[in-house]
């Protein structure tokens, strides 16, 4: 699906955010092999490890502790949150659920029990964040 103009600019607002510290390597769209099924997630989130620039990987084959998917507008949200189920199963630890129209993040860290946040502060244990949500809506 191609990105709309404010999943372009959520994208980078959330890409912002995350990457305020060195602990973490940031990637965009980046191609995910899940048992042989590519997922291209909106944004990935690793623990900071070398990059190596002479041996590019076509695909990464290792969960990320946190994944980020931004609702598009054609977009169900039951899509959304079958990817996460997968990711879940595969390692990922977080996935967030960027839902535009309401200004609203859901965080998944058990399929079962998903957490939302329109206003206020926006914490995930998982990466030690929190941040106003206002920030990443503004």
């Known amino acids: 699906m191609t990105p709309s103009y404010n999943h372009s600019y959520l994208a980078y607002r959330i890409a912002k955010v995350l990457d305020q510290d ?3 390597n ?17 944004i990935a989130l690793y623990k900071k490890e070398q990059i190596d ?12 502790l946190l994944l980020v998917e931004i609702l598009s507008p054609k977009q169900a949200v039951n899509e959304v949150t079958e990817k996460f189920e997968v ?11 960027v839902i535009p129209p309401t200004k609203t ?4 860290q058990d399929i079962q029990h998903p957490l ?6 926006f914490s995930d244990p998982v990466i030690d964040l929190e941040v106003a949500v206002e920030d990443i809506f503004s």
């Open 22 to 24: 060195d602990k973490y």
């Open 26 to 42: 940031l990637h965009i769209e980046m191609t995910l092999d899940i048992n042989g099924t590519d997922y291209i997630p909106d």
């Open 53 to 64: 620039f002479l041996h590019d990987k076509i695909k990464a084959d290792k969960p990320p």
């Open 87 to 97: 990711y879940l199963q595969a390692g990922v630890k977080s996935c967030w659920l």
């Open 105 to 108: 993040i859901v965080l998944f």
């Open 116 to 121: 939302s946040c329109s206003s206020g502060r």
